[in-house]
């Protein structure tokens, strides 16, 4: 079994920053793409930003330039960096990973309980 955990989400003033972390942990051969979602109330989830394992990243146009994915494969771990934060950022954000587990060998789309961002005015 794999999970996905988040940390880092909270209250912050607009113009502020924030850092999300996920850790994967459990019987995984590989990670492949890994990505923040976000869901705000009464919207759809969306895509913020992606990453590869070769390290390519995407982003969502409203987060661009703000905002930066990265990913530490030693720690099968994606972090999200939040800068100049707005209140239309906040929503609860969650971790997604495309996986590769060896028992039995298959891929495993797996995502995180989530993490509360809440940006005030």
């Known amino acids: 079994q794999v999970q996905l955990v988040e940390s880092g989400g909270g209250l912050v003033q607009a113009g502020g920053s924030l850092r999300l972390s996920c850790a994967a942990s459990?019987?995984?051969?590989?990670?492949?793409?890994m990505g923040w979602y976000r869901q705000a109330p009464g919207k759809q989830r969306e895509l913020v930003a992606g990453?590869?394992?070769?390290?390519?990243?995407n982003y969502a146009d409203s987060v661009k330039d703000r905002f930066t994915i990265s990913r530490d494969d030693a720690k099968n771990t994606v972090y999200l960096q939040m800068n100049s934060l707005k209140p239309e950022d906040t929503a609860v954000y969650y971790c997604?990973?495309?996986?590769?587990?060896?028992?039995?060998?298959?891929?495993?789309?797996?995502w995180g309980q989530g993490t509360l961002v809440t940006v005030s005015a």
């Open positions: 997604n990973a495309n996986t590769i587990v060896p028992i039995p060998y298959r891929r495993l789309e797996v």
């Open positions: 990453i590869t394992r070769g390290g390519t990243t």
């Open positions: 459990g019987s995984i051969f590989s990670i492949n793409t």
